[in-house]
């Protein structure tokens, strides 16, 4: 969709998903694994709706079981916007 | 064969959060139902919850999860399992499951499109959700499953659990019931069913009893066997010397007007524990308040008790907290357990009209001494039958 979606955008929609998803905010950083915030394959589905709500894609299942970082999901949407 | 004992307990009720609460509020009369339904306002998730446990959980195994953490506790079970993981189960009773979960999605479905049903709603509603909870959440790694016979779902449970145990599949079991259907949906389909209170007044067994009123919660038993449990040094609340469980056969939502089914489970549970009419110091009403219900019940304790029906106080926890559903038996035996160690019938809150053929002692005015006889353990039935024709009665020792 649109290319003003920025990367800031992205990372602020993609932290503030994973507090609400439990997450504990001082843990969370770019280079944060999924595994270290205790965010699973239910999250990321969680996450996966919330991006498309918001930016209009779809994530597709296989690239989405790849990411293994915060940073990892946000360039995966950012490339996908 | 061991006998099976009950070395712990908890409960989140509409009488406030602890089965000793829950206990000690109904013996003295306190009434938990406010604007015609029972809810467990005091319960708070995240006092018992992370932010990522109570968000994967709906609000009846929230319920479901603090009472066991109690129970637990209260049996002195430390994060070490006190037995093999694997020989350790958990049966957890509901009526409905998650109501309010499937209500979301399908506002969700409704509003916003099928792409954006969350992922966490089957997990959510289903009906296995709390034992799944349970089972996660402490390690247990028996067998661990759900049963739902309606408003029988608790005592069932804790009927499973017992064969469990006797049959030798586990060496502990953690069994109860929760429910949490306070939903508008729920609401209305009882009362399409003309089965609610539209006084909003809990009152079994009354004359003036005009339905049940709708309440929520959970309540969980620590079960062992009486040698391993008084080998850990275990405190021992009291023994399920008997269970039974009988079907109607008969329709759908009434009772049979005889009450012969659920005289049968009264009977074969008092079978299965070796005992007899004469050995019953108390009754544990289902008493719903329905007319129909309590009349059936009335008619079934005589049945199956036959002149000790008259001798003995019959009362109904559902006159303090409405009717807990899927939860009921659970919170019930709980309950009964309590009173049989303080050696007290708890009332029957809001008795005083007496109807006739509904001529058993129903304990209006207050809580009384239990008349036991020399030497022995006071005795009870708990009874809990559902929609469905579904009767499981529990028979319950103090330690």
Redesign the interface.
């Known amino acids: 969709m649109s290319t003003a979606v920025t990367e800031d955008q992205i990372e602020k929609v993609v932290v503030d998903s994973l507090e609400?998803?439990?997450a504990d905010p001082d843990d969370i950083s770019r280079d944060a694994t999924l595994e270290q915030l205790?965010i699973d394959s239910?999250d990321l589905?969680?996450l996966s709706?919330i991006v498309?709500?918001r930016f209009d894609v779809e994530l597709k299942g296989s690239d989405v079981a790849d990411v293994k970082t915060v940073d990892d999901a946000i360039k995966l949407i950012a490339a996908s916007v | 064969m061991d006998s099976v004992v009950v070395t712990g307990v908890g409960a989140v009720t509409p009488l406030g959060v602890g089965a000793r609460t829950l206990s000690e509020r109904w013996s003295a009369g306190v009434c938990g139902i406010r604007d015609g339904e029972g809810a467990c306002v005091d319960f708070d998730p995240g006092d018992f919850l992370?932010?990522?446990?109570a968000?994967?959980a709906d609000r009846f195994t929230q319920l479901a999860i603090a009472a066991c953490g109690e129970a637990l506790e209260d049996a002195s079970w430390g994060d070490e399992l006190p037995y093999d993981p694997r020989r350790v189960g958990c049966v957890l009773g509901t009526g409905i499951g998650g109501i309010a979960t499937l209500v979301n999605a399908q506002d969700t479905l409704r509003e916003?499109g099928p792409?954006?049903v969350?992922?966490?709603a089957v997990?959510l509603m289903m009906s296995n959700a709390g034992a799944a909870a349970i089972s996660m959440r402490h390690g247990l790694r028996g067998p661990s499953y759900s049963v739902s016979t309606a408003c029988a779902s608790g005592a069932h449970a804790l009927g499973s659990g017992l064969r469990m145990l006797q049959t030798g599949e586990a060496d502990a079991v953690i069994a109860g019931g929760s429910e949490a259907g306070l939903a508008p949906l729920a609401r209305a389909a009882f009362v399409a069913l003309d089965a609610l209170s539209s006084s909003g007044i809990s009152r079994p067994f009354d004359a003036r009893r005009d339905g049940f009123v709708m309440g929520e919660g959970a309540a969980v038993l620590v079960l062992e066997r009486r040698g391993p449990a008084e080998e850990r040094g275990a405190r021992v609340l009291g023994t399920i010397r008997g269970y039974g469980s009988t079907s109607d056969a008969y329709h759908v939502t009434a009772p049979r007007e005889d009450g012969q089914g659920q005289a049968d489970a009264m009977t074969a549970a008092l079978s299965d524990a070796g005992l007899a009419a004469d050995d019953v110091d108390y009754v544990n009403a289902h008493g719903t308040a329905t007319p129909l219900n309590d009349r059936a019940e009335t008619q079934a304790i005589k049945l199956a008790l036959g002149e000790r029906a008259h001798q003995i106080p019959v009362s109904s926890l559902k006159s303090a907290i409405g009717h807990l559903l899927g939860a009921a038996g659970a919170v019930e035996a709980v309950a009964t357990l309590l009173a049989l160690r303080d050696r007290i019938a708890p009332p029957t809150l809001g008795f005083s009209e007496r109807e006739e053929d509904l001529d058993l002692d129903y304990v209006g005015g207050g809580a009384r001494p239990l008349q036991v006889a020399e030497g022995r353990k006071a005795l009870a039935l708990s009874n809990s039958f559902g929609f469905g024709g579904h009767n499981a009665v529990l028979c319950l020792e103090a330690a």
């Open positions: 609400s998803f439990g205790d239910l589905a969680e709706q498309q709500e | 992370s932010v990522k446990e968000r994967r916003r792409e954006l969350s992922p966490l997990p």
